[in-house]
């Protein structure tokens, strides 16, 4: 941990010193004002002294008329500037969030035309290392760390920063162009079983029941099924719908109410009589079909923390669930993975990935068949077949259908 002590001067002056132990040697830094080493004391804390030194004598040595890459960071993300266009006000708020919790605690006091490419690797370094933001201030060995997508998430962002101030003219280069983020381990999504389902759902209150029956039964996601409102399903339709035109999402921590995630997010999905069934007597247009229990929206981290764990926790206990005749759970889903769950009955049942891409509300096919291509059942066995079908009206010559050596 580093220190700020002061040093009165034989002037009368007084002087701030930042001092910290450095590979076994006590390493410090004055400051004229209290202010300034206060500020380098907590980025020492923050990036380690050796990074510290190089911000500070980099900020020395800068131009007058060129930004830090925090101050550039926030022009970029500023509606008022025009640089970034296209984006709701929430996922701004959201990219200002990350840029905080990430590369501005490493970089952020840098004249942005000074950061070189070894500066981003070895911020990438720091960041594999860092636990997610809400597990930081808890001990070590109880800390999750950033995911490897989360990590490719910032770093894309932090590129975007960089191309823009090559185009205004601040850098001549990208130094985030091209850079390599550690794979990782990716957590496997999980794909339940009916049995499974049912298992959870015996551990669950009854009014969420109904919760955890329409997301796997719909695909809907959290945000989406919570916004819902009775004058949003259409029970007399043949079938039934649920038209999805909102979703909730999260400004500076606090739920919004706003569009789906995409264009495409904004479809109406058919329900089946099993789901029609638990959805109880339709209310008035602007009431919530899915209220919490108090009224009012469902909040998703209430309902993962105080309902879906502790249902996970009692399905996976052996010998409850033996008592009650269900099949013990074995793994830990999450409640998204109700999501996957609908998508691989779906496939499972053979219907077409364009028909799901619709149904799940996917922007691309191409998300598709990346997140459940691999569950489409016998798909190598169906592929040589089609194959097959087609060459039966190929006319081979002799030499081939004989085997000849020739």
């Known amino acids: 941990m580093a220190s ?42 923050r990036v380690g002294w050796e990074a510290a030194e190089q911000v500070r004598k980099s ?22 500037s025009g ?18 919790r990430s590369w501005l605690q490493m970089l952020g006091d840098v004249p942005i035309d000074l950061i070189t490419k070894p500066d981003v690797g070895s911020w990438l370094a720091w960041q594999e290392r860092q636990p997610v933001w809400r597990d ?10 950033v995911s490897a997508k ?14 823009s101030a090559v185009e205004e003219g601040f850098r001549t280069d990208n130094p985030a162009f091209k850079m390599r983020v550690t794979r990782g381990v990716k957590r496997e999504n999980v794909f339940l079983t009916p049995s499974e389902l049912s298992t959870i759902l015996h551990m669950l209150p009854a009014r969420y029941q109904r919760v955890v029956l329409f997301l796997a039964g719909t695909g809907l996601r959290w945000g989406e099924m919570t916004a819902l409102t009775w004058g949003d399903v259409n029970l007399h339709g043949n079938p039934p719908t649920v038209r999805v035109t909102r979703a909730w999402k999260k400004s500076k921590g606090a739920p919004v109410l706003s569009y ?44 993962y923390t105080r309902v879906w764990r502790k249902a996970v926790a009692d399905a996976s206990d052996v010998e409850r669930c033996r008592a009650m005749g269900l099949e013990p759970l074995r793994r830990e889903p999450t409640v998204h993975d109700l999501r996957h769950t609908h998508a691989s009955w779906l496939i499972a049942q053979g219907k077409p990935l364009p028909h799901i891409q619709a149904r799940m509300g996917h922007e691309s096919i191409t ?40």
């Not at 002056?13 to 040697?25: A, D, F, S, T």
């Not at 900020?59 to 008022?80: F, I, K, Q, V, W």
């Not at 990346?370 to 010559?397: C, K, N, S």
Request: hydrophobic share 35%; aromatic share 8%.
């Open 4 to 45: 700020v002590s002061s040093r009165t001067l034989k002037s009368g002056e007084v002087r701030w010193r930042v001092q910290v132990r450095y590979k076994g040697r006590m390493k410090q830094t004055t400051f004229l004002e209290h202010k300034g080493a206060e500020d380098y004391k907590k980025l020492v804390e």
């Open 59 to 80: 900020r020395m040595n800068r131009d007058a008329g060129t930004p830090t890459l925090r101050e550039y960071t926030h022009r970029y993300l500023s509606p008022d």
């Open 83 to 100: 640089l970034l266009t296209g984006v709701e006000k929430g996922t701004r708020e959201g990219y200002e969030a990350v840029a905080e």
């Open 136 to 145: 930081r201030h808890k001990p070590a060995a109880d800390q999750k760390l």
């Open 150 to 163: 989360t990590v490719r998430n910032y770093h894309a962002l932090l590129s975007a920063v960089f191309k």
């Open 260 to 303: 789906p995630k995409s264009s495409k997010s904004r479809r109406s999905v058919s329900l089946s009589a099993n789901v029609l069934g638990i959805m109880g007597e339709p209310g008035k247009s602007d009431e919530w079909v899915f209220p919490a229990p108090q009224g009012g929206h469902m909040w998703h981290g209430a309902f």
């Open 367 to 406: 998300t598709t068949v990346g997140v459940y291509g691999h569950l489409v059942p016998d798909a190598h066995e169906q592929m040589a077949m089609a194959i097959d079908v087609t060459l039966a009206d190929v006319r081979m010559p002799l030499a081939i259908t004989e085997h000849a050596d020739s």
